[in-house]
């Protein structure tokens, strides 16, 4: 996908705590404009999570992490390893883009991110973009954008954790320098026995173990020019229940592979990528060999070019191409099993004294299916150097699935090649404030989503899927960010009202109100030893689910709390202690899931 190629230079040097810590430095990011933009020179609503987030916060998974965020919620159907839904601003799982160093990530059969198999380890940076951003990479981003950065330049360092549910990891990172570049190669392991997720099906412990490896380098040829390259292999497998005593265990084999490189010229930064994303996934029951095999393959090949010429110090224009190609395989045999999809943008940002101007526009052709124009308008003011006033406007798409068009034909099912692609309408508004030791802000939003598509049974109860459903997502979001007597706090608070038009209901599985407060300190007292704390209070409300039948299950609110610990030993010797759910409080998110309960995790990390 794309501007992965900006790895090489500027990763490296763009690290500012942004959500948790309040240092009082520039952050720039790429995923909201596709170019490096500074946050305060941005109208996207955004949120960046770093490597030092990642350390305090001691995450199971990347959902830990996420949830950090106003707006983001996610349903459950257990813990690690275990299906999971998030949802940014209400809206479906399937219409957040989320990519691994630019490279898009979800399945071209179901249209969903697997966002809980996702190793931690190797992160270095998390970017979330809110709102639209078809308009700068195409289908998927109705709601936002989620971008997960990987380590770069690791020192070299063994990580061993044990903890509760007989959890066990191993990691091991470092890098090799070759002359002006270097290459880092980064190995974990993680197992757990797991806990029984389903109440009504099969009492057992739901295990899973995976392995990830990533290569990531760049090599900088002279000063304009500097090429990448990444690859990352995850593999796993995963014990889950089946109420339907169907498939009760799946392995998968996720690959990104890309290679880029970015080239300086007068006026022009100019960035060039080819990356492939690969899944294989496997499901099976493993007392009955053959009987419930199910496997598929998703691979997406893609072509990416952007050039960003500054026009002055006011404004810059980019403008680009994405050319792809999706693939599925696997026991279904479909109709139309590849299609290829060609897009061209253009992007201008103008600051001029009090006022910012961003626009962008997006052109995507989907073989066998309409066309599609997106695009974005945002218009900020400055009052001063420390208050801003924002309005954006947005639309966006998503393109159905191979599953939903090309499905094969049985007794119970088909697909609808006829079907149109989901399609949004955004606006937002936007107040920021920037002081000495606090930081603000709050957005208001309101999302129109049209097309949804639904599947929906005939007179001969054959399912299928339809154009049927609209939806209206509104909502509040309060982001306070403060350094106060040597305590870094964080505060968060989002309302929300996700409405199915059709009766005005409340779209499943969302809940309406949310918040959380994170309180962290550096006990450092100039010596060698060195101590983290934070703890984490997360209220999450409550949410509705709708059954088969029609009927609805209310699902409570709950509070958790998390604790923290990182002491130094010494140079080279690093302790971690996490605590989760501390009092035992958390409620589940779907109906007739477990929960995982207290927990507790010891670990140590050796740096060469």
């Known amino acids: 996908m794309t501007k992965t190629a900006l790895s090489a230079a500027i990763f490296a040097v763009i690290f500012t705590p942004q959500v948790i810590s309040n240092t009082k ?16 020179s941005s109208l996207a609503t955004q949120a960046v999570i770093t490597a030092e987030d990642i350390e305090l916060l001691q995450p199971e998974s990347l959902l830990d992490l996420l949830t950090t965020i106003a707006g983001v919620d996610v349903s459950s159907t257990g813990g690690r390893g275990q299906n999971a839904s998030l949802f940014l601003r209400g809206a479906n799982a399937s219409h957040t883009l989320v990519m691994v160093d630019g490279i898009k990530i979800s399945s071209a059969t179901l249209g969903l991110t697997d966002l809980p198999k996702l190793s931690v380890s190797n992160i270095e940076r998390i970017e979330i973009v809110k709102g639209p951003r078809a308009s700068i990479w195409g289908s998927d981003a109705m709601s936002g954008v989620i971008q997960i950065f990987t380590k770069q330049n690791a020192a070299p360092k063994l990580s061993v954790t044990v903890g509760s549910q007989s959890f066990k990891s191993l990691g091991f990172e470092t890098s090799i320098k070759h002359g002006e570049g270097s290459t880092s190669i980064l190995f974990d392991h993680e197992e757990s026995e ?77 960035y060039f990528s080819l990356s492939q994303f690969k899944d294989d996934s496997t499901n099976f029951r493993s007392d009955s060999p053959g009987l419930f095999d199910s496997k598929i393959t998703s691979d997406r090949q893609q072509l990416s070019a952007a050039n960003t010429t500054t026009i002055n110090a006011q404004a810059s224009f980019t403008v680009g191409t994405d050319l792809v190609t999706e693939k599925v395989s696997g026991d279904q045999e479909y109709s139309k099993p590849e299609r290829d999809i060609s897009a061209i943008f253009a992007q201008i940002l103008y600051n001029e004294n009090q006022w910012q101007f961003e626009g962008s526009i997006r052109h995507d052709v989907v073989e066998s ?13 400055k ?20 599953n939903d068009l090309y499905w094969p034909t049985d007794a119970y099912s088909m697909g609808n090649p006829e079907l149109q692609a989901e399609r949004s309408d955004n606006i937002e508004i936007k107040f920021e404030q920037s002081l000495d030791i606090v930081e603000w802000q709050i957005s208001a939003y309101k999302n129109k989503i049209s097309n949804l598509i639904e599947w929906q049974p005939d007179a001969n109860f054959v399912y299928a899927p339809q154009n049927v459903a609209n939806a209206e997502l509104k909502g509040i979001e309060l ?26 209901s409340i779209l499943p599985l969302r809940a309406k109100r949310m918040a959380s407060y994170i309180v962290s300190r550096n006990w450092n007292s100039g010596g060698s030893n060195n101590l983290n704390t ?20 209310k699902l409570v609110a709950h509070t958790i709390v998390n604790a923290t610990f990182g002491y130094d030993i010494n140079q080279r010797f690093h302790l971690s202690l996490a605590l989760k759910d501390m009092f035992d409080q958390q409620e589940p998110t779907a109906v007739g899931y477990n929960v995982i309960g207290r927990r507790a995790y010891l670990g140590v990390d050796y740096s060469f």
């Open 25 to 40: 430095l520039e952050t720039i990011t790429v995923t909201a404009n596709r170019t490096p933009v500074a946050i305060s």
């Open 194 to 270: 797991g806990f029984d997720v389903l109440t009504s099906a099969e009492s057992d412990l739901d295990g899973y173990d995976y392995q990830s490896l990533a290569i990531r380098g760049q090599q900088q040829i002279d000063p304009n020019l500097s090429f990448n390259w990444l690859l990352n292999i995850d593999k796993g497998n995963s014990e889950y229940d089946n109420a339907w005593a169907g498939a009760d265990e799946a392995t998968h084999t996720n690959r990104q592979l890309l290679l880029g490189g970015e080239y300086k010229w007068q006026d022009n930064h100019s």
């Open 369 to 381: 299916l309409d066309s599609e124009t997106t695009h974005t308008v945002a218009l900020g003011y």
């Open 383 to 402: 009052f001063d150097a420390n208050n801003r006033l924002s309005m954006t406007q947005g639309t966006g798409f998503k393109v159905p699935t191979f």
């Open 479 to 504: 982001t306070v960010s403060a350094n106060y007597k040597s305590f870094n706090h964080q505060l968060t608070s989002s309302w929300a009202k996700p409405l199915n038009l059709a009766d005005d």
């Open 534 to 553: 934070l703890v984490e209070f997360r209220y999450v409300g409550e949410r509705m689910q709708k059954s088969w039948d029609g009927s609805e299950t």
